[in-house]
């Protein structure tokens, strides 16, 4: 099988591209300089060499929340039209065709965490934006997937918005400068390299074609998750709780929007717990982490 990944360098693209090579699939990996995905002509090119049975994995976005509530246009024209025309040139080449989306699909009305089957509800222009790539990627290739994720940490960091939150808080922590972080807002940490792994598990089995809920199992405020990465390294810091209203934010963010999977069961697949994967990801990034993690 040939993967192509569209946005190879980012911090899930760059693991998808891994996880297909560990896997033993002929990867191509696709960066903004070999195609665009707002330009159809351009994906014809990158996309050229896919035949049935390939498929072709869209993580490009334009994911900075408040960004996308200033210029909704531009979130349309990447996250909703670039969605499409991917979708399109991998179904003209009879490939299958996978749609990395969001938790911010939701509204963050749920008290417990939305599995693949709830009804999506967007709240702000970057999930309303996500939300149209999904429906536009099935109408466009029957033969698709929509993976969702949702707060990702990975050793590549985010393009858009420079490194990660797990990076953040220990350069918080090295510095002894306890940081204020949300306490109203519950979610799913995503390690990069599981959701990864996980989707690539869905291509070489030939899953059926849908949605999946690709996040790590559980969930914690923003300021959990800080305090988490703190005990891992072993740092005595802990940050100071603060209500999401005081960060006077352009975009609303729902208020919970934990993942959860009913679908990857059926095939034998699970996510490990998020606690497991930020050990993970402290180890890999490197010795320095490695020897401040703390025994489980």
């Avoid at 990857?264 to 982490?289: N, V």
Wanted: aromatic content about 6%.
């Amino acid at each position: 099988m040939q993967i192509a990944v569209i946005g190879a360098k980012g911090q899930v693209g760059s693991e998808i591209v891994a996880a297909a090579r560990d896997a033993r699939c002929d990867v191509i990996a696709l960066t903004h300089a070999d195609c665009d995905v707002t330009d159809r002509v351009s994906l014809d090119r990158a996309l050229g060499a896919l035949r049935e049975g390939d498929a072709a994995v869209n993580t490009a976005a334009f994911h900075r929340t408040d960004a996308c509530e200033a210029d909704p246009e531009r979130a349309m024209a990447v996250n909703a039209l670039g969605a499409y025309n991917v979708a399109a040139a991998a179904h003209a080449r009879s490939a299958a065709a996978v749609y990395v989306s969001t938790d911010y699909v939701f509204d963050g009305e749920a008290t417990h965490p939305y599995t693949e089957n709830a009804a999506p509800r967007p709240i702000n222009a970057y999930g309303v934006s996500k939300l149209a790539g999904e429906m536009l990627l099935a109408h466009a290739n029957p033969a698709s997937y929509i993976t969702r994720i949702s707060s990702v940490f990975g050793i590549a960091g985010s393009s858009g918005k420079g490194g990660n939150f797990v990076e953040t808080m220990i350069a918080k922590a090295d510095a002894g400068a306890p940081p204020d972080v949300v306490d109203d807002i519950v979610m799913a940490p995503t390690y990069a390299a599981d959701c990864a792994a996980l989707l690539v598990q869905l291509l070489i089995r030939r899953a059926p074609f849908g949605t999946y809920h690709l996040s790590n199992a559980g969930e914690c405020s923003w300021r959990e998750f800080a305090d988490a990465i703190f005990t891992a390294i072993g740092s005595p810091v802990r940050a100071r709780a603060v209500a999401s209203r005081q960060n006077n934010a352009a975009a609303r963010r729902p208020r919970y929007s934990a993942l959860a999977s009913e679908k990857l069961a059926l095939l034998g697949l699970a996510s490990r717990p998020w606690h497991e994967a930020l050990d993970a990801y402290l180890i890999e990034r490197g010795e320095r982490a490695r020897a401040r993690v703390s025994p489980a």
